[in-house]
């Protein structure tokens, strides 16, 4: 797989420590990887301006000026597929990660046998989110990763795929559309797929999304659709 992997680090020590365990890993798992180090937020962050492609994120959280955390938030911004990977020595960020969607803290020292497997994993997350369904509308074919789609909702002739940065519509059947998706969508209704990983609680009557969405579920698949996201979890 092509990756394109940075490390931002203050330390010039950690930077060739995990600069030496990542390219090996690469080499190892024949990863094409195009690694790039930085010592701070800033010089990261000039050249994200010109090319927002990067892949995994291994960051510092205590640097000079913006820290770690505050320079995954500017990315995650534009950016939700990033995997990025704390490195601190602080237990006290943990609770930071949660509004970045973190993949991994690792205290340091960096232990190599903990960052291998998530590198592994970082690979796995990046796998399904290249997985994608292709949109047909009036104005354009619009591609839309299926790790982004919330639910969807059959409009007549149409079907309106709510997804996390608005709501796309084309000319599909809702049984034609479902053959695309994957085993984290469930029916749940003879109009409704959702998105398990975007139920937030679900009752006799209607699923509730993370959007604050009301989904209707059809009578008696309370018990199923339960099953399903206790599965998913």
């Given at each position: ?65 913006m820290n770690g955390v ?62 994608a369904v292709l949109l ?98």
């Amino acid at each position: 797989m092509k990756l394109k992997i940075a490390i931002c680090d203050d330390e010039q020590n950690q930077i060739e420590y995990l600069s030496g365990v990542v390219s090996a890993w690469a080499n190892k798992n024949r990863h094409v990887a195009e690694l790039k180090t930085y010592s701070s937020a800033k010089s990261f962050l000039f050249d994200y301006s010109e090319e927002k492609d990067f892949d995994i994120l291994l960051l510092d959280i205590e640097m000079p000026g913006m820290n770690g955390v505050e320079l995954a938030k500017t990315v995650r911004k534009e950016n939700s597929t990033v995997q990025i990977v704390f490195i601190t020595g602080y237990y006290e960020y943990f609770s930071d990660g949660f509004d970045v969607s973190a993949l991994h803290y690792l205290i340091k020292p960096a232990d190599e046998r903990k960052l291998l497997p998530v590198l592994d994993r970082a690979v796995s997350n990046l796998n399904y989110r290249q997985r994608a369904v292709l949109l047909t509308s009036p104005d354009g074919d619009v591609k839309v990763s299926l790790a982004d789609i919330c639910y969807v909702e059959s409009e007549n002739v149409h079907v309106a795929v709510h997804t996390v940065s608005g709501v796309y519509r084309s000319r599909i059947s809702l049984a034609k559309f479902a053959e695309q998706l994957d085993e984290t969508f469930i029916k749940v209704h003879r109009s409704y797929i959702v998105g398990l990983k975007y139920v937030k609680k679900i009752s006799r009557t209607d699923i509730t999304m993370l959007n604050g969405n009301l989904v209707p579920i059809s009578r008696g698949m309370y018990d199923e659709v339960h099953a399903a996201l206790i599965k998913y979890l």
